[in-house]
């Protein structure tokens, strides 16, 4: 307080008692910023817990704590929660559109909308065995379990196309719905279980989580593993049922002709 402070002008030199007063305080060391805010950073880890169940906490506490809060002063929940809010919503938008394109392809292949409409009623069932399997083994809802659940609609699907385009042809040689629909069950029973046994067998291993890191893709297998599991049960006996009741004219023939035909008569195809 005893220095002495030169005017940069002209004038007498004053100390520093007379022109400032000094007291200790106290101020942090690092100071971090966000998008150019000054802000106070406050970690939250997770343990033996899931991390949406924890952001959710976070959530209601900082909720609590908004009205609280001075002017120009706000909370704002960042790191790894924001990465995991995006990836389900792109995950979740990317399943919505895969079956809205699988769905819209079979209509260009089957030239009508009802047959696809057939083929993807064994998808829900699908969808209730994901979340009955990830119940069951106590997993959350994850990037790779969303990962699992669109690989469960290719193959659910495809199964089911069996299923529909060999009833389609036994209607086209005389029979009524319900006769195609139980002749296909029937026949496309061993073709339809060998696939997915394959797949359900494929992804055992990596449903255990064994091995280092293992625990990261068990997800991925437990929800291919309940997806298949359901949507094979509903292949065999919903989309049969289905089909009868919703299919009460046979395929139109026109769709079903193979176009290298020389006389361009209707010729049905034969799988």
Not at 69 to 81: D, E, M, S, Y
Not at 98 to 103: H, K, N, T
Not at 194 to 200: E, G, K, R, S
Request: charged share 15%.
């Amino acid at each position: 307080m005893n220095t002495a402070v030169t005017p940069s002008g002209a004038g007498q030199p004053q100390l520093l008692s007379n022109l400032a007063t000094l007291e200790r305080r106290e101020a942090p060391a690092v100071i971090s910023h966000s998008n150019v805010q000054p802000v106070f950073d406050i970690y939250a880890n997770v343990q033996d817990r899931d991390l949406g169940s924890v952001a959710t906490a976070v959530y209601g506490i900082a909720a609590e704590l908004r009205p609280k809060l001075p002017p120009g002063h706000t909370i704002a929940v960042r790191g790894q929660v924001e990465s995991m809010s995006s990836a389900f919503t792109r995950l979740g938008l990317g399943l919505i559109f895969a079956v809205a394109l699988v769905y819209l392809l079979m209509v260009v292949n089957f030239q009508s909308w009802l047959d696809p409409f057939i083929i993807i009623s064994a998808l829900p069932a699908g969808f209730c065995g994901i979340v009955w399997m990830l119940f069951v083994t106590q997993t959350t809802f994850s990037v790779p379990a969303l990962m699992g659940a669109i690989m469960s609609v290719g193959v659910a699907t495809a199964n089911s196309i069996l299923m529909v385009t060999f009833a389609n042809d036994q209607m086209l040689e005389g029979r009524d719905s319900r006769s195609a629909a139980l002749a296909a069950g029937a026949t496309r029973l061993r073709p339809v279980l060998m696939t997915a046994l394959a797949m359900i067998i494929g992804m055992l291993p990596m449903s255990l989580g064994l091995g280092e890191g293992g625990e990261q893709n068990a997800p991925l297998g437990r929800a291919v593993i309940g997806g298949l599991a359901v949507a094979t049960v509903a292949t065999l006996f919903l989309v049969p049922l289905v089909y009868s009741v919703l299919r009460r004219r046979p395929p139109r023939q026109d769709f079903l002709t193979d176009p290298a035909s020389p006389d361009g008569d209707a010729t049905p195809t034969q799988e």
